[in-house]
T-cell receptor, first 115, second 118 residues
Framework: AQKITQTQPGMFVQEKEAVTLDCTYD???????LFWYKQPSSGEMIFLIYQGSYDQQNATEGRYSLNFQKARKSANLVISASQLGDSAMYFC????????????FGAGTTVTVRA | GAVVSQHPSRVICKSGTSVKIECRSLDFQATTMFWYRQFPKQSLMLMAT?????????EQGVEKDKFLINHASLTLSTLTVTSAHPEDSSFYICSATGTGDRRTYEQYFGPGTRLTVT
């Protein structure tokens, strides 16, 4: 079974608008961490935001916020006020437990911001 | 933040030759490094996990004799693609952990190496 599911292969968003990228996860471990990464065409993986399973509040980092719904096992990324430079592939990833750093990645969502 | 470098960024080699990719943690000691492979418009596929001073742990389906990983020091891991063939052409990304953030256990990614085998 897929541990991380991203159901949106590609999305278009108008500049200055908000966009929500979906991510659902599957784990039986009560301790886990959820990450979002941005990968522009250059290929580098850029860390955006982190949510721990025990965190009480939704994580926010500037224009990025994570809508964490634990009961639904979803961790959607919201990008507010989209910019042309936000055009990239976005990956949701999960680390299970605290014994190792291994990540499970979703298939990714390509975001294209239109002027 | 923690910085990870990879060298080379791009490499073209002939079929049958071997190519080595280096991954370095520049400002921290990396106790664990990961090697990923990524095909165009696809997700990252974990190939192996390497811990300093011990043998790498390969994921199912990854040929350990084909993809040799050496994590000889706390700042350097190498991936050698032996007897490369065109189907080995891909984007290879390393990541490293070991810095002090025990809250997130974040992996720090290198910029990637694009391998083309002709």
């Amino acid at each position: 079974a897929q541990k991380i599911t991203q159901t949106q292969p590609g999305m278009f968003v108008q500049e200055k608008e908000a966009v929500t990228l979906d991510c659902t996860y599957d784990t039986s471990d009560p301790s886990y961490g959820l990450f979002w990464y941005k990968q522009p065409s250059s290929g580098e993986m850029i860390f955006l935001i982190y949510q721990g399973s025990y965190d009480q509040q939704n994580a926010t980092e500037g224009r990025y916020s994570l809508n964490f719904q634990k009961a639904r096992k979803s961790a959607n990324l919201v990008i507010s006020a989209s910019q042309l430079g936000d055009s990239a592939m976005y990956f949701c990833a999960m680390r299970e437990g605290f014994n190792d750093y291994k990540l499970s990645f979703g298939a990714g969502t390509t975001v294209t911001v239109r002027a | 933040g923690a910085v990870v470098s990879q060298h080379p960024s791009r490499v073209i080699c002939k079929s049958g030759t071997s190519v080595k990719i280096e991954c370095r943690s520049l400002d921290f000691q990396a106790t664990t490094m990961f090697w990923y492979r990524q095909f165009p418009k696809q997700s990252l596929m974990l190939m192996a996990t390497s811990n300093e001073g011990s043998k790498a742990t390969y994921e199912q389906g990854v040929e350990k004799d084909k993809f040799l990983i050496n994590h000889a020091s706390l700042t350097l891991s190498t991936l050698t693609v032996t007897s490369a063939h065109p189907e080995d052409s891909s984007f290879y990304i390393c990541s490293a952990t070991g810095t002090g953030d025990r809250r997130t256990y974040e992996q720090y990614f290198g910029p990637g190496t694009r391998l083309t085998v002709t």
